[in-house]
T-cell receptor
C-alpha cells in the first residue's frame, strides 16, 4: 500500500498564478483533510471531507478550494496564489470522522509563492 | 482558540536519558493523538489514547491522559539519536466532526 500520496513535492509559483495540489489515498478512508504548516508551528486545517461529495471549511479556508468526487482523491486548488500562502501543505486521511483512529499523512508539498 | 498547547517548545537531552513532553487542551475530547515529524517529512502517528483511557504504551513510548487536568504527556525512555524530531499532540474534540486540532509541537534533540 502506498498510503497517502501527494504531488508535487515542491512547487514555485508567481503571485496570481493558480495550481492544484494532488492527494490520493489507497486505504478506502472516508475522511480526508488538508493542512498547512508554517515554520515552527503546528498544522492548521484548511478544508476537510467526511466522504465523497461532501466537503467543509476548516480553520484557514480563504484562498483555497477543494472537491471530493471520489473516495480516493482530494485535490486542493489555489485560486490566485499569494505570498502568504507560502507553506508546507499536508494531506491526511483517516477511517472516518468519528472513528477514534489516527490520521495518515502524506509527505507534504513545499510551496513557495514569489 | 481550542488549540492544544505543548511544552516545552524545545528539549535537548543526551542519548540514554528519558524525554517528557506535555500537552494541554481546553474542552472535552474523544481522543488525543501523538505524532512525530522528522525534518522535511510528514507526520507519523505514534499513539492514540481515548478519553476513557489513562495510559498507553508502545515500545519505549508511554502516553498518559488526565482528563480532569485536560493534559497529556509523552514519555520516551532510553532515548536515541534517531528520536530527534518534532513531536505534536492533536486532539479530537467532542462533537467536532472528527477534526483534529494540533499544538505547535516540541522539538526534541537527542545528542549522541
Amino acid at each position: 500500500n502506498a498510503g497517502v500520496t501527494q504531488t508535487p513535492k515542491f512547487q514555485v509559483l508567481k503571485t496570481g498564478q493558480s495550481m492544484t495540489l494532488q492527494c490520493a489515498q489507497d486505504m478506502n478512508h472516508e475522511y480526508m483533510s488538508w493542512y498547512r504548516q508554517d515554520p515552527g508551528m503546528g498544522l492548521r486545517l484548511i478544508h476537510y471531507s467526511v466522504g465523497a461529495g461532501i466537503t467543509d471549511q476548516g480553520e484557514v479556508p480563504n484562498g483555497y478550494n477543494v472537491s471530493r468526487s471520489t473516495t480516493e482523491d482530494f485535490p486542493l486548488r489555489l485560486l490566485s496564489a499569494a505570498p502568504s500562502q507560502t507553506s508546507v501543505y499536508f494531506c491526511a486521511s483517516r477511517v472516518g470522522a468519528i472513528s477514534n483512529q489516527p490520521q495518515h499523512f502524506g509527505d507534504g508539498t513545499r510551496l513557495s509563492i514569489l | 482558540s481550542q488549540q492544544g498547547e505543548e511544552d516545552p517548545q524545545a528539549l535537548s537531552i543526551q542519548e540514554g536519558e528519558n524525554a517528557t513532553m506535555n500537552c494541554s487542551y481546553k474542552t472535552s475530547i474523544n481522543n488525543l493523538q501523538w505524532y512525530r515529524q522528522n525534518s522535511g517529512r510528514g507526520l507519523v502517528h505514534l499513539i492514540l489514547i481515548r478519553s476513557n483511557e489513562r495510559e498507553k504504551h508502545s515500545g519505549r513510548l508511554r502516553v498518559t491522559l488526565d482528563t480532569s487536568k485536560k493534559s497529556s504527556s509523552l514519555l520516551i525512555t532510553a532515548s536515541r539519536a534517531a528520536d530527534t524530531a518534532s513531536y505534536f499532540c492533536a486532539t479530537d474534540y467532542y462533537n467536532n466532526a472528527g477534526k483534529s486540532t494540533f499544538g505547535d509541537g516540541t522539538t526534541l534533540t537527542v545528542k549522541p
